[in-house]
C-alpha cells in the first residue's frame, strides 16, 4: 500500500492478524536485532577512513521508513507528476494537470463554477468522489463534501510532485479516497531558496501574478508565497469572436508560509499558516436581480513533528485547522405566496402540491383559476377533485390529503382581500443571503515500522470534527465527528513475491461505521518488471448536506407585503425527514503490469480493470431537488496504460490512453419527471470519454525549452470528440544570480464541442498567454 | 574512456604497474627489509593492514605506535608507513628512513610531498567516481562537483581534469553565498551529486542536509568515499584493506629493490559499492558491482 511520508516518499505496508501477537512481536523483534547486527558489520569492514580522517560517524541520514518503494514493488497505478513536468507543460492550474493521467477527465459543474475532474466516470456537478491532499492535508470539503479546485491555496510553482493513485486506497490516504487519490507535495522551504517573480497574461482574461520569498538562517527554513489568479472562464453557448457571454470569472489570491526546522538530531516540525480570498461570479437564477456572486474567505493552520527514531522506526504527529467562509447575496423578487410560512410547510410534506400551489396562485385572474382558488379557499373541492384537474391539465400525479388541501386553504385565504385573490400575485422584493462557514479540526498520529528485511507497517489513528455553521444550509450550526483506525503492511513472502495489505476502520457520528479493505499482490518478474493484482474496497461518506440538511433561503428586507412579513425562507427547502442516505460503494479489481526498461530509459505501466460502484448518490444537491437516494449502480470496465520514456537527457515523451466502458443503473426515479430521469441517467457520465490518448513530448536546448501536448478524446460526453493541442515554449537567461525568463503558452481546439454542459466553451478556438518571470 | 584522452603516463603507470604484480607473484621477496608500520592508535584495521601487507612482502613487519620508538631509533628499519592523517603529520621526518603514507588525503600527503618517498591516498579519484556515475545514470547525463571555491578547485588538481566534456559542472560554494543555495542549483541542472573528499563540505553535519536535499528531488550522492553509503550515498568506488595492502607492498617493494619510489598516488585496485535500497528506491537497475569494478579497472588502464 503507498503511504506518504513528509518528504512525499512512498511507503509500502500490510495488516497482522493471521499470526498471534505475543509470536509476531517475538519473531519481529528478533529478526529487527539480527538485522541491525548485520548492517552495522557490513558496512564496517570497508569504511576504512572513519577512524583517521571522518571526526564523526556519518549519520545515517536515508533511513529505510523513509526510502521511496521501488515502482515495480508500488501496489498501485500510481501516475506521479514531477516538479519539471508541471513548468514544462506550463498550465495554469491543478485540474489542468489531471489531463494527463491516464483515465482521468475534467469536466465543471454547472452551478458554482467549480471544475471536477473523474477518474473513470462521475458526476461533474460536485467534485466528491476523488480525495485531495495537500502535504498530507485533506481538502475534501465534508460538510458540503467537494473539492474547490479555486479554493487550494497552493501555487504550481511550489509543487514538489503530485502522486496520483488511481484507484480507491482509503487503508492509506484515508476517508472518501473513493476514486482516487491525488496527493499533493510541495517543496521544502529549503529547497526554493531565493526569490521568484512570474506574471502571466493572455486572452480570455488570463492575469495571474507570483512572487515567493525563501530564506534560511541556522538549520530554520521557511517560504512565504502570494499568488493572484484570474480569468474569464467559458464564455457560453453562442458566444463567438473572443466575445464573452458567460458569467464565470474568478479572482482568487492567497497567501501561504511554510517554516520547517529541526528540534533535535531526530526530530523535524514543520508549520504551515495560510489565507485566501477570492470572489467568483455566478449566474443569476430567474427570481434573482442581481448575480449572487461568490464572495469566499479560507485559512488554514497545519503543524507536523516527525520523529525519527531508528534506521528503522519513524513517526508523526499531524494536526491541522482549516476554515472556509462563503458569501453569495443578491436582491431578489418574488411572488409574496412563495415565503408563506404555510406552504413552506407544506413543501416539507408533499413539495410537487406545494409547487402546484403556488402555480395555480398565478393563474388568479382567470376565470379557471379564480374559481379553483375560489373554490379551495372556501372548502368545496375536494383532493380527489384537484388530482383530477391537474392531472388532466399539467400531466401531474398528485396524491393530495385533506389536510395538504386545507393548508392551501389556509394559504389562498391569507391573500383574500375581501373581494378577490388578487394578492396572491402580489410580488415583493427583498436581499437573499446564502453564508457558509465549515471548520475542520483534525490530528493524526501516524507509525512507520521496518520490521525486518521482509516486512515493514505502517498505522495510525486520527481524530477529525467538521464543524459547518449556516442557516442557509443548516439552519444553525452541525458537526460530525470521525474517528479512523488504520494498518497496512507489506510482507515480501519470497524474494519475487510481495504482498501488500490494509484496511481502515471509520466510526463517524452521521453516518455507519465502515471498514475499507485492500489486498495487493505484486510479483518480480525481474528487478523493474513486475505484475500486480490489486483488490480494494473504499465507501464515500455522505455529507451533512445529504444527510442531515437543513437547506432554505431567507429574503430579508422585504417591502410592504400582505403576509406583513419583514423576512421569511422561500418555501422550497430541503429537510432529512426523508433521508436514509448509505455509504457510496466501490470495489475495485486490477490486474496491472509495470516495466522499466533501463537500456532504453522506458518505464511502461498497463492496466486492466474492474470497478463496481453502488449506492451512488447522483441526485442533483440541489434545493429543489425532490428526491435523495443512494441507489444507482454503475460498473466500468476498462484497460489504461501509461508510458514515460526519456532517450536522452535533452528529450522526454509522456503518452497515456485509457479505455473505459462504463454502465449506469438508477434506482428509484418514479418520482422524477421524464426529463429529470433522462438528466440523471446522464449525469454520471457527462463528463467520460470511451477513448482517451494524451501525448506529451518536451525538448531542452541551451537557455530555452519547448513542450507540446495532443489530447484526444473520443465519445466525450457520449457521442462528442474532443481535440486540442497545446505548446509551451520558455526562453531563460543569466545574469550575475539574476535568471529572468520569458515564455509562451497556446491552446488550438481542434473542436469546438462544449465540456459537459452546453455552456461550457470557448468563443475562440485559441486561448494563449504570455509569461515572464525572475528568479534571484 | 569518457575523458577521451589517451594519456602516455598513465599507459606507462598501468604498464609497471602489471611489471611489479607479476615479479611479485614470481619471486621477488624484501625479506631482508625491516619495515615499521606507525599509527596513532591500534586499530584493528591498522594491524590487519600490517598482516596483508607482510604476508604479501613475504617477511615480518613492525607496528609501533608514534609515541613508541625503538631503542635503536627509527632508522634502524628501511621503511616506514605512516598510517592515518595523525602519524603522517606528527611525524618527524628529520631522523627517518623512506617514509610511505597510507590513508591520508590526497590534499594531506600533498603537503608532505617533499618528505615523503611516497604516498597512496585514500580516497577514490575524481575521474574513477564520474566513470562510475556514468555508468549507472547514462554516459550522456550531466553531472555536478560541489566544491568550496576556487583555490581549493585549483589546488585539488580537479581542474585539471577534463570534466567539461564529460558533462561534469564544479558548482562553487563561495559563489552562492552558502551550500544550499549551490546544491540547489546543481541538483537543477544535474543528474547526481559527485562527492569530493572534502571531510569539511562532507561533514557529518552538512551530509545530512545535502543527503536529504538531494533525494527530496530523486538525484543521488556518488561517493565521496565508502563511509558514506551507509548515510545514504547511491554508490562509490572504493579500496578495501586488501587493495591498500596490494599496492602498499608494490610500493614498497619498487622503492626498496629498485630505489626508486613510486609517485605518491591514487590506489588502482578497487571494487564497488552500493547502497541497494536507495538504488531500488531511485528505481535504478544497478550493474553487477564486480562486473563494473573490472570494466572500470580496464577502462583506466585502455587510459
Redesign the interface.
Known amino acids: 500500500m503507498l503511504f506518504p511520508t513528509d518528504?512525499?516518499?512512498l511507503v509500502c505496508s500490510m495488516t497482522i492478524n493471521i499470526m498471534s501477537k505475543t509470536r509476531i512481536i517475538f519473531s519481529l523483534c528478533s529478526a529487527l536485532l539480527l538485522s541491525e547486527t548485520a548492517?552495522t558489520d557490513e558496512?564496517d569492514?570497508?569504511?576504512?577512513?572513519?577512524?583517521?580522517?571522518?571526526?564523526?560517524?556519518?549519520?545515517?541520514?536515508?533511513t529505510?521508513s523513509r526510502?521511496?518503494?521501488?515502482?515495480a514493488?508500488v501496489p498501485a497505478s500510481v501516475t506521479v507528476i514531477?516538479a519539471a513536468q508541471i513548468a514544462a507543460w506550463g498550465v495554469r492550474s491543478l485540474p489542468e494537470l489531471m489531463r494527463f493521467v491516464p483515465g482521468m477527465s475534467i469536466g465543471h459543474g454547472d452551478d458554482e463554477n467549480n471544475t471536477s475532474i473523474a477518474y473513470h466516470a462521475s458526476n461533474p456537478n460536485i467534485m466528491r468522489r476523488l480525495q485531495v491532499l495537500v502535504d498530507g492535508r485533506s481538502v475534501f470539503k465534508a460538510g458540503i463534501a467537494s473539492v474547490v479546485w479555486d479554493d487550494i491555496p497552493v501555487a504550481l510553482e511550489d509543487i514538489?510532485r503530485i502522486e496520483v493513485t488511481r484507484g480507491p486506497n482509503a487503508a492509506t490516504y484515508g476517508a472518501n479516497s473513493f476514486l482516487g487519490v491525488i496527493n499533493i507535495v510541495t517543496?521544502?522551504p529549503?529547497?526554493t531558496?531565493?526569490t521568484r517573480m512570474r506574471y502571466r497574461t493572455g486572452n480570455n482574461g488570463v492575469d495571474d501574478g507570483f512572487v515567493s520569498y525563501s530564506g534560511?538562517s541556522n538549520?530554520n527554513s521557511y517560504r512565504i508565497t502570494a499568488l493572484i489568479r484570474a480569468d474569464d472562464g467559458f464564455d457560453g453557448r453562442d458566444a463567438s469572436g473572443g466575445d464573452d457571454e458567460y458569467r464565470d470569472s474568478r479572482r482568487h489570491g492567497f497567501v501561504t508560509a511554510y517554516f520547517n526546522r529541526p528540534l533535535d538530531s531526530i526530530t523535524q516540525l514543520s508549520l504551515q499558516a495560510s489565507l485566501k480570498q477570492g470572489h467568483t461570479d455566478i449566474r443569476r437564477e430567474s427570481y434573482e436581480m442581481d448575480a449572487p456572486d461568490q464572495e469566499t474567505k479560507q485559512g488554514y493552520l497545519w503543524s507536523r513533528i516527525r520523529t525519527e527514531f531508528s534506521a528503522n522506526h519513524s513517526s508523526h504527529l499531524q494536526a491541522y485547522w482549516q476554515t472556509d467562509n462563503r458569501k453569495q447575496r443578491s436582491a431578489a423578487c418574488l411572488p409574496t405566496l412563495s415565503l408563506d410560512p404555510e406552504l413552506f410547510s407544506l413543501y416539507q410534506q408533499n413539495p410537487q402540491w406545494s409547487n402546484s400551489v403556488l402555480g395555480i396562485s398565478r393563474l388568479v385572474g382567470t376565470a379557471d383559476g379564480d374559481n379553483l382558488v375560489g373554490g379551495i379557499a372556501a372548502g368545496l373541492v375536494t383532493p380527489a377533485d384537484v388530482e383530477t384537474l391537474l392531472l388532466a391539465n399539467q400531466g401531474l400525479a398528485l396524491d393530495i390529503t385533506q389536510e395538504q388541501l386545507d393548508s392551501a386553504r389556509n394559504i389562498y385565504t391569507r391573500g383574500f382581500n375581501g373581494t378577490d385573490f388578487l394578492q396572491l400575485k402580489e410580488m415583493v422584493c427583498g436581499d437573499t443571503e446564502r453564508n457558509l462557514r465549515e471548520d475542520r479540526y483534525d490530528i493524526e498520529w501516524q507509525d512507520t515500522m521496518q520490521w525486518s528485511d521482509t516486512l515493514r507497517t505502517v498505522s495510525g489513528i486520527s481524530f477529525r470534527r467538521d464543524q459547518v455553521d449556516s442557516e442557509t444550509y443548516f439552519n444553525g450550526r452541525v458537526h460530525n465527528d470521525t474517528y479512523r483506525l488504520f494498518a497496512n503492511a507489506e510482507w515480501r513472502m519470497t524474494p519475487y513475491l510481495l504482498m501488500n495489505a490494509g484496511g481502515m476502520y471509520e466510526a463517524e457520528d452521521t453516518n455507519d461505521s465502515a471498514f475499507s479493505p485492500r489486498l495487493a499482490f505484486n510479483w518480480l518478474l525481474a528487478?523493474?518488471h513486475s505484475i500486480r493484482l490489486v483488490y480494494s474496497e473504499a465507501v464515500r461518506s455522505p455529507d451533512l448536506l445529504e444527510q442531515e440538511p437543513e437547506y432554505s433561503i431567507r429574503v430579508k428586507n422585504l417591502g410592504d407585503n400582505y403576509l406583513n412579513l419583514n423576512d421569511g425562507r422561500i418555501y422550497v427547502n430541503q429537510t432529512a425527514v426523508s433521508r436514509d442516505l448509505k455509504h457510496e460503494k466501490i470495489a475495485s479489481t486490477e490486474l496491472g503490469y509495470y516495466g522499466?526498461f533501463?537500456d532504453l530509459?522506458l518505464e511502461l505501466d498497463i492496466k486492466v480493470y474492474q470497478d463496481k460502484l453502488t449506492q451512488l448518490i447522483s441526485d442533483h444537491i440541489a434545493l429543489n431537488s425532490l428526491s435523495v437516494d443512494s441507489d444507482t449502480k454503475m460498473n466500468i470496465n476498462g484497460a489504461e496504460m501509461q508510458l514515460q520514456w526519456q532517450p536522452?537527457?535533452r528529450n522526454w515523451f509522456w503518452l497515456t490512453a485509457a479505455y473505459i466502458d462504463a454502465d449506469v443503473t438508477l434506482g428509484d426515479t418514479s418520482e422524477l419527471t421524464e426529463k429529470q430521469r433522462r438528466s440523471l441517467s446522464v449525469v454520471e457520465l457527462r463528463q467520460t470519454a470511451q477513448d482517451n490518448l494524451v501525448v506529451s513530448w518536451h525538448h531542452q536546448g541551451d537557455g530555452w525549452s519547448v513542450t507540446a501536448s495532443h489530447f484526444w478524446l473520443d465519445a466525450y460526453n457520449e457521442t462528442n470528440r474532443y481535440r486540442r493541442y497545446e505548446i509551451n515554449t520558455k526562453k531563460t537567461w543569466s545574469f550575475n544570480g539574476y535568471k529572468p525568463w520569458a515564455g509562451f503558452f497556446l491552446q488550438h481546439l481542434i473542436d469546438d464541442f462544449p465540456l459537459a454542459y452546453a455552456d461550457q466553451r470557448y468563443s475562440t478556438r485559441d486561448l494563449y498567454y504570455f509569461q515572464a518571470g525572475l528568479d534571484f | 574512456m569518457f575523458f577521451g584522452c589517451k594519456d602516455a603516463h598513465t599507459v606507462y603507470r598501468w604498464l609497471s604497474i602489471c611489471l611489479l604484480t607479476c615479479m611479485l607473484a614470481i619471486s621477488a621477496q624484501a625479506d631482508d627489509a625491516r619495515i615499521v608500520f606507525v599509527a596513532h592508535e591500534k586499530l584493528p584495521s591498522v594491524e590487519q593492514l600490517v598482516e596483508k601487507t607482510s604476508a604479501l612482502l613475504e617477511t615480518r613487519s613492525e607496528l609501533r605506535l608514534l609515541h613508541e620508538p625503538p631503542e635503536a631509533g627509527w632508522q634502524s628499519y628501511d621503511a616506514v608507513v605512516l598510517v592515518g592523517p595523525q602519524a603522517l603529520e606528527s611525524w618527524s621526518f628529520e631522523h627517518s628512513p623512506a617514509a610511505v603514507a597510507v590513508f591520508v588525503s590526497r590534499d594531506a600527503a600533498a603537503a608532505y610531498r617533499q618528505q615523503l618517498a611516497s604516498a597512496l591516498y585514500l580516497e577514490p579519484p575524481l575521474k574513477r567516481q564520474v566513470a562510475l556515475a556514468k555508468s549507472i545514470l547514462g554516459s550522456d547525463r550531466p553531472l555536478g562537483i560541489l566544491v568550496q571555491d576556487k583555490a581549493q578547485w585549483k589546488n585539488s588538481g580537479l581542474s585539471a581534469l577534463p570534466l567539461q566534456q564529460a558533462l561534469v559542472t564544479p558548482y562553487f560554494v563561495d559563489q552562492y553565498g552558502n551550500l544550499n543555495r549551490a546544491l540547489l542549483d546543481l541538483l537543477k541542472n544535474s543528474h547526481a551529486l559527485i562527492g569530493t573528499y572534502d571531510t569539511e563540505l562532507y561533514s557529518s553535519t552538512n551530509i545530512k542536509n545535502i543527503l536529504i536535499t538531494a533525494y527530496r528531488q530523486n538525484k543521488p550522492l556518488i561517493g565521496p568515499s565508502s563511509a558514506y553509503i551507509k548515510a545514504g550515498a547511491l554508490a562509490t568506488t572504493y579500496s578495501d584493506l586488501d587493495d591498500v595492502a596490494r599496492r602498499l607492498s608494490e610500493i614498497l617493494l619498487t622503492g626498496l629493490k629498485e630505489q626508486l619510489w613510486p609517485d605518491a598516488g591514487y590506489n588502482p585496485y578497487f571494487k564497488v559499492r552500493y547502497n541497494q535500497q536507495v538504488g531500488r528506491s531511485l528505481n535504478l537497475l544497478l550493474p553487477d558491482a564486480d562486473e563494473l569494478a573490472v570494466r572500470l579497472t580496464n577502462s583506466e588502464r585502455e587510459n
Open positions: 518528504t512525499g516518499v548492517l558496512y569492514s570497508f569504511e576504512l577512513d572513519t577512524p583517521f580522517v571522518l571526526d564523526d560517524d556519518i549519520p545515517v541520514v536515508l529505510a526510502l521511496k518503494q521501488p515502482r514493488e514531477e514538489l517543496k521544502h529549503g529547497d531558496l531565493g534560511e538549520q528487478p523493474q522499466k533501463s530509459n536522452d537527457s
